[in-house]
């Protein structure tokens, strides 16, 4: 099956660990965490898109289309996959899936998107997310357009926001990304994600370590 896929950066949430400061917009290296996952994303597919509910303007700097969620209130991970998937859709080359990533996660595997796509390749319909160390990463996943359409009727229940609550309803694969090992022989997991103060200056101290 030939599939045609647009990558999409999860950038709409509320950051309440964080006090409510943009997890996307805080400095990383010599950039902002978004930057770092933008590049990170737009190797390894294009076109990317941005979905967030915050001001546009804060992502203006980046050459990508912002897209906001259509479901009233903070709906959660699922209302940005289903406002990436109506986007993707609506192109004058449709796409067929969108390949998702979160904006809290700034070392995400450089060979997602094509380990994602070689499991979903022969089954249409088929959803793939990816695990590591065994935990599942239900955001970073590969998801038919073909299905949005299934989520936007899942959620016009209010209780219906658990990204695997929906998942589990549909085909899926799961792809296993190893943990890896850095330079200093401490694991890092390639799913790491940036939640609370705490987690974004581990986040610097692991990017100091490679860099
Ligand atoms: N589009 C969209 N993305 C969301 C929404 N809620 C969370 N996300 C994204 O999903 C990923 C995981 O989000 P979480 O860390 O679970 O939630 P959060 O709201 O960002 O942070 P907390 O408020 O601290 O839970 C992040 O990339 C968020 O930006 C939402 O309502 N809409």
Redesign the pocket.
């Known amino acids: 099956m030939d599939l045609r896929i647009a990558g999409a950066?999860?950038?709409?949430?509320?950051?309440?660990?964080?006090d409510g400061i943009d997890?996307?917009l805080l400095p990383f290296g010599e950039k902002r965490v978004i930057d770092h996952v933008f590049e990170r994303l737009s190797r390894q597919i294009t076109p990317v898109v941005l979905?967030?509910?915050n001001e546009p303007v804060l992502f203006m700097e980046l050459p990508i289309p912002v897209v906001?969620?259509d479901?009233d209130?903070?709906?959660?991970?699922?209302?940005?996959?289903l406002?990436a998937m109506e986007w993707a859709n609506g192109q004058a080359l449709p796409f067929t899936h969108i390949a998702t990533?979160?904006?809290?996660?700034p070392f995400f595997p450089d060979d997602l998107v094509d380990t994602l796509r070689r499991s979903v390749a022969d089954e249409r319909g088929c959803i793939c997310v990816a695990a590591s160390g065994g935990r599942l990463h239900p955001?970073f996943g590969i998801w038919p357009v073909s299905l949005r359409s299934d989520l936007r009727r899942w959620l016009s229940n209010e209780n219906h926001r658990r990204v695997m609550a929906w998942l589990e309803r549909h085909p899926h694969k799961i792809a296993e990304f190893p943990i890896r090992t850095e330079q200093s022989g401490v694991p890092l997991d390639p799913f790491f994600?940036i939640?609370?103060p705490e987690d974004i200056n581990e986040a610097r101290r692991r990017w100091n370590a490679i860099s």
């Open positions: 950066i999860l950038a709409g949430g509320q950051s309440r660990r964080m997890k996307a979905n967030s509910n906001p969620d479901i209130g903070f709906a959660g991970p699922l209302a940005g996959i406002a990533v979160a904006t809290d996660t955001v994600n939640n609370t």
